[in-house]
């Protein structure tokens, strides 16, 4: 199968998930793509609720220099961790939502630097992204505890932080993340318990600035249940809008900032996005 169709099936099925390894994967199927133009095309449509995903391949169309881009954006997440693990300390209980590699990233470097921490995770219906985030931080020997969604308070009751990724911001510094991430973003505040968003700062979406709407993706009833009684309806929308004023920070490559000053850093930094 064509370097591009397999990438295409592999996002499609959520076997490769997660912005910044969608992004990577898009990258380098691209750089083995003998038509560009129809590479992007495809691409872009395999999720196109992912604008990480689509500034990648904008950037290349444009600069080229494919190698470059996977060095910068390596580069770039080391900055991150190094951002991110500064805010977990001895003795904290971080809670995260999902799976985000860079959440996860930054929290495997805190534990190899050292700190002794633990982490409250959330099993994120309907594919269980949770139960992934647990494998990986119990395989790199930090204590983790699974929750149900449902008991998303109980985990975040003792939590010191919380830390979640990114799939998308808009230029009024609302950022989409997995279902349920404002939900918890709520309960986070509510004991007063800080909450940072961990991503690459190429989740903004440069189309927000002109006042399109951000789409939130929605999937197929059926990965939620298979066969429903007649007449039930469901709802898949499998990410949901954090509204900024719930957020503690945006940890980027660019630095630790408030959504309003991450939008004006972004912009400032990666010209050719406006
Ligand atoms: C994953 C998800 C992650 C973001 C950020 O959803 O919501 O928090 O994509 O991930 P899905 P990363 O499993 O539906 O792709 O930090 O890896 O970019």
């Not at 912005?19 to 992007?40: E, G, L, S, T």
């Not at 931080?137 to 204590?143: D, T, Y």
């Not at 009751?157 to 973003?185: F, P, R």
Request: net charge positive; charged share 30%.
């Amino acid at each position: 199968m064509d370097v591009v169709e397999k990438t295409v099936r592999d996002i499609k099925s959520i076997k490769v998930q997660g912005a910044y390894h969608i992004a990577i994967a898009a990258v380098k199927a691209y750089m083995k793509a003998k038509d560009k133009k129809k590479a992007v095309k495809k691409l872009v449509a395999s999720r196109p609720t992912e604008p990480m995903l689509r500034n990648s391949l904008m950037y290349v169309e444009k600069m080229g220099g494919g190698k470059e881009l996977l060095m910068k954006l390596e580069e770039d997440l080391k900055k991150i961790i190094e951002y991110g693990s500064e805010k977990i300390k001895d003795g904290m209980i971080v809670y995260t939502h999902c799976h985000s590699s860079i959440v996860n990233d930054i929290l495997i470097h805190a534990k190899k630097s050292g700190k002794k921490f633990e982490v409250h995770v959330t099993e994120t219906r309907p594919f269980f992204q949770g139960r992934l985030t647990a494998k990986q931080l119990s395989a790199a020997r930090i204590p983790v505890t699974l929750f149900v969604d449902s008991a998303a308070r109980l985990a975040l009751k003792k939590a010191d932080l919380m830390m979640i990724g990114a799939d998308a911001i808009t230029a009024e510094g609302y950022v989409i993340n997995k279902i349920g991430s404002e939900l918890v973003a709520d309960v986070a505040n509510n004991y007063q318990i800080p909450v940072f968003v961990c991503t690459h700062s190429w989740k903004f979406d440069p189309k927000t600035i002109f006042g399109f709407d951000e789409e939130i993706e929605r999937r197929e009833a059926k990965e939620i249940w298979k066969n429903p009684p007649r007449g039930v309806k469901i709802s898949n929308y499998v990410f949901e809008k954090v509204n900024p004023e719930k957020l503690t920070a945006i940890i980027s490559e660019l630095g630790i900032f408030k959504p309003a000053t991450f939008i004006v850093e972004v912009r400032k930094s990666y010209g050719w996005m406006n």
